[in-house]
Structures are given as structure tokens and as C-alpha cells.
């Protein structure tokens, strides 16, 4: 069983920087391919990074490209996100979420965090 805890939202302004974390615990982190996901109200869950065990390969939706780095310590059992040149549209709660397959962590993840609050103004 594997226990991820999400930090680092808040309030930002249209263009600023945020970098979320995940805490990983109960398992062997290096197994596991990480990802995040976010829900806007009123949507769906979708897809925003992974990144693979080994950090090696990193996957991105469209929307994020360029602007979201995705990375991994495992030494510290810990998943970033970095959120640069944010817009009123990257509102959302972002979920972190593991799985021991790569398609399973774009899919369907086997353990998700408990969310943080992403909100940009305007």
C-alpha cells in the first residue's frame, strides 16, 4: 500500500510560478512510475505529467507542455511538479498518483494523493 501526500497550492496570479510536491510512503518509490492528474469544477479527472521509475522519460498533456516540468528524488521518495507561466485556465485541484505500469499512470493510477488547491487569478 503506498500513501502520497500532495503540498505546495495556493493563490497565484496569471503568469506566476508554483512548484507542487508528493510524498511518497509504504512502498518502494524507485518501483513506481509517478504522475499528476488535476480536476477543474465541474470536470473530469484528467491527465496533466508522468515521469518513469528511473526519471528517465517524462510525458505531458498538450495544455501543459512547455510551461510544466515533471521530476522524481527518489533518495527523498518525492515527486515535483513545476508550474511556470500559469494561467486562469490550470485552475484545478492537482492529484499525484502512482502505478507500477506507464500506461497505468496516464489511465488509471493504483494510488492517488489526497489533492492540493491550484488557483490562478486574472
Known amino acids: 500500500q503506498v500513501q502520497l501526500v500532495d503540498s505546495g497550492g495556493g493563490l497565484v496570479q496569471a503568469g506566476d510560478s508554483l512548484r507542487l510536491s508528493c510524498a511518497a510512503s509504504?512502498?518502494?518509490?524507485?518501483?513506481?512510475?509517478m504522475g499528476w492528474f488535476r480536476q477543474a469544477p465541474g470536470k473530469e479527472r484528467v491527465f496533466v505529467a508522468a515521469?518513469?521509475?528511473?526519471?528517465?522519460?517524462?510525458y505531458y498533456a498538450d495544455s501543459v507542455k512547455g510551461r510544466f516540468t515533471i521530476t522524481r528524488d527518489n533518495a527523498k521518495n518525492t515527486v515535483f511538479l513545476q508550474m511556470n507561466s500559469l494561467k486562469p485556465e490550470d485552475t484545478a485541484v492537482y492529484y499525484c498518483?502512482?502505478?507500477?505500469?506507464?500506461?497505468?499512470?496516464?489511465?488509471?493510477?493504483?494510488?492517488w494523493g489526497q489533492g492540493t488547491q491550484v488557483t490562478v487569478s486574472s
Open positions: 509504504g512502498g518502494t518509490f524507485s518501483s513506481y512510475h
Open positions: 515521469v518513469t521509475w528511473s526519471g528517465s522519460s517524462t
Open positions: 498518483a502512482a502505478h507500477l505500469s506507464i500506461l497505468g499512470i496516464r489511465t488509471s493510477p493504483r494510488y
